[in-house]
T-cell receptor, first 117, second 112 residues
Framework: DTAVSQTPKYLVTQMGNDKSIKCEQN?????MYWYKQDSKKFLKIMFS???????INETVPNRFSPKSPDKAHLNLHINSLELGDSAVYFC????????????????FGPGTRLTVT | EDQVTQSPEALRLQEGESSSLNCSYT??????LFWYRQDPGKGPEFLFT???AGEEKEKERLKATLTKKESFLHITAPKPEDSATYLC?????????????FGAGTRLAVHP
């Protein structure tokens, strides 16, 4: 199936730990994203990579570090986890999304629910 | 500041009772407005892209329209399977690059 996939689906960990979330897309897209959806269901962009280059880095603590080994993969590593990091993290991809003026659709993965205790 | 506001926050309908969801936006240089559907425990699912005022898109019981200040998602004769959260997003520029700004969504519940 062509899709955006994420692992793991659920992640429960203690404060202070380091964890990673992985994302893969087989849609042939050149741009990938990480979003955070908090308890109020607000979806907010964190990072965007276009052809493996970081192009958007919103106001996110530097404990969060994305990495894109190739156009089809985007990982998110989180250091020293805090209670406030508990949320659902979504990966998305699109064709275009850098500077193109035309609208581009983003396709989302199933999400990773992170719970920090 | 670029902003997207959706109303109502929640909407309860009887099956067959048509209604509309609203998405109002302020963005410098709209490059596109998107509607997504999100089911509990799942990622947002793309529904429509609207680009210019006056544009309309339809899919089954859903029709999306766009004006210069807002978009509407009309739901005609809804069924229980239309129950979901509907998200609106606008494409805006950030430091020379594009990003989507999402509204908080409208939670729709359709009862038989």
């Amino acid at each position: 199936d062509t899709a955006v996939s994420q692992t793991p689906k659920y992640l429960v960990t203690q404060m202070g730990n380091d964890k990673s979330i992985k994302c893969e897309q087989n849609l042939g897209h050149d741009t990938m994203y990480w979003y955070k959806q908090d308890s109020k269901k607000f979806l907010k962009i964190m990072f965007s990579y276009n052809n493996k280059e970081l192009i958007i880095n919103e106001t996110v603590p530097n404990r969060f570090s994305p990495k894109s080994p190739d156009k089809a993969h985007l990982n998110l590593h989180i250091n020293s986890l805090e209670l406030g990091d508990s949320a659902v993290y979504f990966c998305a991809s699109s064709q275009g999304g850098g500077t193109t003026p035309r609208p581009y659709e983003q396709y989302f993965g199933p999400g990773t629910r992170l719970t920090v205790t | 500041e670029d902003q997207v506001t959706q109303s109502p926050e929640a909407l309860r309908l009887q099956e067959g009772e048509s209604s509309s969801l609203n998405c109002s936006y302020t963005v410098s240089g709209l490059r596109g407005l998107f509607w997504y559907r999100q089911d509990p425990g799942k990622g947002p699912e793309f529904l429509f892209t609207l680009y210019s005022a006056g544009e309309e898109k339809e899919k089954e019981r859903l029709k999306a329209t766009l004006t210069k200040k807002e978009s509407f998602l009309h739901i005609t004769a809804p069924k229980p399977e239309d129950s979901a959260t509907y998200l609106c997003a606008v494409q805006a520029r950030s430091g020379g690059y594009n990003k989507l700004i999402f509204g908080a969504g409208t939670r729709l519940a359709v009862h038989p």
